[in-house]
């Protein structure tokens, strides 16, 4: 612990330069146009641009490589696995990108999917962009929902979600109508099969762009704002406080070793769904439920090719350029007779010689629910630490009775889906993914409703018993998600976002022009 300064070096510091980290920052911002913000990473930058997601960087090839790996329709078959270096002052020298969390030396034997990114604009350099939003027992039920829809709503602007940014085309619309035959009688309404909202802007050129951390706040790529600095290769080590007020962190440059602390009127934690508890542990800030009730859902994916004829498809459509998919589709979940969610997307298959397109492939992947439990978890060491020095991680996961179940069920559905597009052996074409694959993990530092020993925080995102110590991301989500988790961990930035504006107008006595709602163009 430290004792508090009189005045800090910044008003809000922001641990992680994810799409969370973006998002804080560009909520303050507007909120309070002179507040000083510091955001650091621990990982390098990427490319040029810093933030910018790679689907879209000038650097060609980088461009060209991410595209590579994209092409193989999930991004658990695009991360790096390599171990990192032993000695932390040698990171810099580490690859930027995603790799295997088990490379940072924590024991994923029980979670052998889980990756992380090691790079400025975290995972929001490299996800996928799919937005589908919460429904059902994925709602938090503790919020009004008046103000859920409202968070939603600003989270869905900030990430600038398209309803249907790749268009419709013949084909895709027949898929569309054989997958509704399979599942439109458990379909609620308005969540029969339907085109997959995604953060994606439509240049000028028909271009599909990603929504990277830089395109939420420009200035982590452009600079232009005199009040905002991002310090790469900077890892928070340890979170300083007295009592209930956070000063700061003192935090360790991956490059020279050295080590500084920074002062802040506001900390907010956005590292991610396990280096977030990780800081925590190692800062001695250590409630009942810290690391507890990790959930993902489980990854079921498939691959079919379409029988043209049995359908009527007489044309195959193409991919537009930087595109390798022509339709991304989604199931939404619905109630208990339909409890997955299907992320499908549906591509011409190319004959390498010619250049041609041959078949028409569906790739057909269904999210499973799990159920949240405390045991699974991260377990933090006391003794031993990973390359980078913090508490090594020792993640504890397996999937209950109920969830063996439910896969089982999911196996049921795709099959049937899949055999209605095409030919489909399940042995062949369906494959389970470890656990950790889908990268969606939520909860070790979750919110609640009360501080009773199963949460971490508020539901703004302050960690209980602290003033102005907060957090933000998929972490904090405290229910179990079968969509893609980034728009509903959005949500608690926006909400943590909020509750630090407040915070500042406090501490300023209504010098700066904050309003209670945080709007956003």
């Known amino acids: 612990m430290n004792h508090l300064p009189a005045s800090p070096d910044y008003d809000v510091l922001i ?117 589908p939003w919460p429904y059902g027992p994925e709602v938090v039920d503790f919020l009004p929902a008046d103000e859920w829809d409202a968070d939603l709503e600003t989270s869905q602007r900030l990430l600038r979600v398209h309803p249907s940014p790749y268009g419709t085309t013949v084909a895709g619309e027949i898929v569309h109508a054989a997958l509704d035959d399979v599942f439109g009688d458990t379909s609620d309404e308005g969540r029969h099969v339907q085109a997959m909202p995604m953060a994606v802007t439509i240049s000028e050129t028909g271009r599909l762009l990603r929504t990277g951390p830089s395109s939420i706040f420009e200035p982590l790529a452009l600079g232009g704002d005199d009040n905002f600095e991002l310090r790469a290769n900077t890892l928070a080590i340890r979170v300083e406080y007295a009592g209930s007020r956070a000063s700061g962190i003192t935090a360790r440059d991956t490059v020279t070793g050295a080590l500084s602390t920074i002062t802040a009127h506001s900390t907010v934690l956005a590292a991610d769904t396990m280096r977030t508890p990780q800081l925590l542990w190692a800062s001695g800030i250590r ?110 996961f397996s999937y209950s009775a109920e969830d063996q179940a439910m896969i089982e069920r ?27 694959s889908s990268l969606h993990y939520t909860g070790t530092v979750r919110m609640g409703a009360a501080d009773d020993g199963t949460s971490v925080c508020n539901p703004d995102g302050r960690v209980w018993k602290f003033d102005n110590l907060y957090l933000a991301g998929n972490g904090v989500v405290p229910t179990p998600l079968t969509c893609n988790s980034t728009l509903t961990g959005t949500i608690t930035a926006v909400r943590a976002a909020r509750s630090i504006l407040l915070d500042l107008e406090t501490a300023t006595a209504g010098a700066s022009p904050i309003a209670r709602g945080i709007p956003v163009a």
């Open 15 to 131: 641990v992680g330069s994810g799409i969370m980290g973006a998002a804080i920052a560009r909520s303050v911002r507007d909120g309070n146009p002179a507040a000083r913000i510091l955001m650091v990473d621990a990982g390098p930058v990427i490319g040029t641009l810093p933030g910018q997601h790679l689907h879209d960087t000038p650097d060609e090839e980088i461009r060209r490589r991410f595209a590579a790996r994209a092409a193989a329709g999930n991004q658990a078959l695009y991360v790096g696995v390599s171990r990192l270096s032993e000695d932390g002052t040698a990171l810099a020298d580490a690859e930027a990108g995603m790799h295997s969390l088990s490379a940072f030396g924590s024991d994923t034997r029980e979670m052998s999917g889980s990756s992380v990114s090691w790079n400025v604009g975290g995972m929001g350099a490299h996800w996928a962009a799919a937005t």
């Open 287 to 396: 409630p009942a439920a810290l690391g507890k009730y990790l959930n993902e859902h489980a990854f079921l994916t498939g691959r079919v090719t379409v029988d043209r004829e049995r359908l009527g498809i007489t044309e195959i459509p193409l991919a537009r350029d930087g595109e390798w998919a022509t339709t991304a589709t989604w199931l939404p979940r619905s109630g208990d007779n339909q409890p997955f969610q299907g992320q499908i997307m549906q591509s011409p298959v190319m004959d390498a010689a010619t250049g041609d397109a041959t078949d028409y492939a569906v790739l057909l992947a269904l999210y499973i629910p799990t159920e949240v439990r405390a045991e699974n978890r991260i377990e933090f060491s006391d003794t031993e630490t990973d390359i980078v020095g913090m508490p090594r991680m020792t993640v504890h």
């Open 410 to 436: 999911a196996r049921d559905r795709q099959a049937a889906a899949a055999q209605r597009l095409g030919e489909f052996v399940p042995e062949r074409d369906s494959l389970l993914l470890a656990p950790g």
